[in-house]
């Protein structure tokens, strides 16, 4: 019983690995068959009828089926059989042990045979599962290969049409490329041509010029000759009248030398000698007050030309000397803007050599505040010096004209201010003594009465001018008046009456003089 049932296990377990081994090659040799051979025979078993259950196992067909295809692609060899010849005869000979062996029947079997047989029946139900998995993945693989194949294929027609169009284009460029050849070659030739053409017609026409530039130097050489000769009698002229112009230039130097001689001979007879001329740091002996040449005028209606004069001479001798004193030295002067006065009198306040002022017949308004409010000022004792409020000619509307009157009562409390403190009053008393002292409130006063008012510093008798120097009768008359000659040109009216017109102001500015007959007029009238 025992040795019975061993040979059982024994015979199950060899058919067993048998049919594993047989599936094994077979899928293994099946990998390599070619990939058209495989799809036909997967076409051939789809059309063919389904077997019955007593057939074999899938796996055992697939694999018969695989050994045939192996035999099919490969040819004995002369010499033996092969390696898969030899699988086969020994899977023959299993079978025949097999058929040998004593058949059981399944009732004779002990259990644990019969469980034995179980198991190796579900053994080999899975293992024909998986060798159907493998062949459903093989069949898929060689499916992929063949369409690969194809798109092999394909590509590779593409590739070579796409080769033989490139050919084709290299061609076609190849034949463009000689033809333009050609065509430059031809082109150069006509060019080479036209070149030789050139340089024949080139070759004549310097041949033509050589000729002509032969004649013209002949020409030349024969007009330079000419020149030459002109040339030689010009300069023998020219040395005569160089030797006559030379005789003329002596007879003038002559004459020139004759005339600075008697111009300056003239001018010393003309000239007072500078050492007439006194410099004193105090000028002023008793009644007697000795101006030098450091001397500025201020006459006429004061205006912008008059503020430049007598500021850049205020600069000039304050530069030249910071010790010895200038004389601005008033003759007759009725006032004018108080813009342009108070230039002169802030120059006046920043020189350092004093500024003296000499007053010989009249000063009203701006001219008045200016000797007043000198450091040092000197009149003779009927002289007359006036002072009044600010008169403002106005124009425009009645706002216009209420801006306009406050900014001219400013401008005289800004002048009139400082006065009234030298005469030690305030401005409404100065306002009201000069309206006590004259109804239209013009407060004139001769220099010796206007002493005791502190409206000069100083009564003198006499003036000696020694800064005077050249004869007023033998030279004419200089241009330093220009400064007031504008408002110095008189005029006459359409009655017959005389004039000064006064130059336009500026904003802002004010007239300051003392004008009752209306003798200077504004611009616009």
Known sequence: MNKTFYQIICLLISMFFGASLYAEDAVAEKAGVDATSNLKEEASAKDSPKENKQEKAPG??????????????????????????????KGEDKEKEESKAPKLDEDDLPPEAKAMQKEIAVLQIKRDKLAAEASLAQQKLETELLQLTLEQHRISAELEIQEQRQTKEFSDRRAALMRESLESEEIASQQGLEKAKKEIKKAKEIEVIRDEEQKLKAQND????????????????????????????????KIDFGLRKWEKEKEQNDLASRKAILYSENPLKGKSLTISDRRIMLNGPIWYGTADYVTERIHYFNNKN?????????????????????????AMEGSDAPVHVVLKSFAASMAATICTLAEKSYAYPNAIILHHQLSYGIGGNITQHSEMLEEAAEWYKRLAIPVADKMGITLEELVEQMYDNNSDGDWSEFADNAKKLKWVDHIIDEVRETGV??????????DSNAYYARTTEEKIDKKGRP????????????????NPDNYYRNWWE
Do not use: C
């Open 60 to 89: 055992l067909r697939l694999l018969e089926a695989a050994k045939g295809e192996l035999s099919d692609a490969k040819p004995a060899g002369p010499e033996g059989e092969d390696s898969d010849d030899a699988d086969e005869k």
């Open 222 to 253: 024969l007009l330079t000759a000419k020149m030459a000769k002109q040339l030689t009698e010009y300069r023998l002229k020219d040395t005569e009248q160089k030797h006559k112009r030379a005789a003329l230039d002596f007879e003038i130097a």
């Open 322 to 346: 910071k010790k010895l004193p200038i004389f601005l030295v008033i003759d007759y002067s009725p006032g004018g803007s108080v813009m342009s006065g108070y230039r002169i009198m802030k």
């Open 469 to 478: 120097l050249k004869n007023p009768d033998a030279v004419p008359e200089s």
């Open 499 to 514: 004039y000064i017109q006064l130059p336009r102001l500026v904003p802002f500015d004010a007239w300051f003089m003392y």
